[in-house]
T-cell receptor, first 113, second 114 residues
Framework: GENVEQHPSTLSVQEGDSAVIKCTYSDSASNYFPWYKQELGKRPQLIIDIRSNVGEKKDQRIAVTLNKTAKHFSLHITETQPEDSAVYFC????????????FGIGTKLQVIP | NAGVTQTPKFRVLKTGQSMTLLCAQDMNHEYMYWYRQDPGMGLRLIHYSVGEGTTAKGEVPDGYNVSRLKKQNFLLGLESAAPSQTSVYFCASVVFGGSYNEQFFGPGTRLTVL
């Protein structure tokens, strides 16, 4: 099955700085890579995703990059704000697997005002 | 639309007791999933269902059973709870069709087994 590794497990940045979270996956059949944000005590919610035929995708202050050859994908948050503080999960989904995804262990991001 | 809902929100059990967690969705989604979330381990798939009357094992199925008698409901059962099952349980659902569909999560159930 798929294995997703995520790092760092914790990340502290000053408000206004950038934050980068990196993930690797093991199965080359994975074709969809969503990122979820989970605020304390809340449910995970999709913030951005990328498909295997795309190298980069942006949505305002967040962007995701994908390197299929190296099986790496990353989340970039620019101009961080205190409300960005949360746990972020990367995930990977294998094509044809009933939409099942495998999650990374999560990164706890703290934005210091 | 309520989206994905879970009942109950919190529960404390004693070792050996049984209980059922209910997940309901009103989005007419075919696929439903049960995850457990533990510190430092992310979200791990327990069981899933690809349609009414079907269930399949995920990554960590031992100690759990599931049923999908109605399309909108997915039940997770613990027959004999153990302290290792203390966790936060999330249900999720996905629409059928297409290749890149978002999983919608319920609010979670926090279960403590003493």
């Amino acid at each position: 099955g798929e294995n997703v590794e995520q790092h760092p497990s914790t990340l502290s940045v000053q408000e206004g700085d950038s934050a980068v979270i990196k993930c690797t996956y093991s199965d080359s059949a994975s074709n969809y890579f969503p990122w979820y944000k989970q605020e304390l005590g809340k449910r995970p919610q999709l913030i951005i995703d990328i498909r295997s035929n795309v190298g980069e995708k942006k949505d305002q202050r967040i962007a995701v990059t994908l390197n299929k050859t190296a099986k790496h994908f990353s989340l970039h948050i620019t101009e961080t704000q205190p409300e960005d503080s949360a746990v972020y999960f990367c995930a990977a989904r294998i094509s044809g697997g009933y939409q099942k995804v495998t999650f990374g262990i999560g990164t706890k991001l703290q934005v210091i005002p | 639309n309520a989206g994905v809902t879970q009942t109950p929100k919190f529960r404390v059990l004693k070792t050996g007791q049984s209980m059922t967690l209910l997940c309901a969705q009103d989005m007419n989604h075919e696929y439903m999933y049960w995850y457990r979330q533990d510190p430092g381990m992310g979200l791990r798939l327990i069981h899933y269902s690809v349609g009414e009357g079907t269930t399949a094992k995920g990554e960590v199925p031992d100690g759990y059973n599931v049923s999908r008698l109605k399309k909108q409901n997915f039940l997770l059962g613990l027959e004999s709870a153990a302290p290792s099952q203390t966790s936060v349980y999330f249900c999720a659902s996905v629409v059928f069709g297409g290749s890149y569909n978002e999983q919608f999560f319920g609010p979670g159930t926090r279960l403590t087994v003493l």
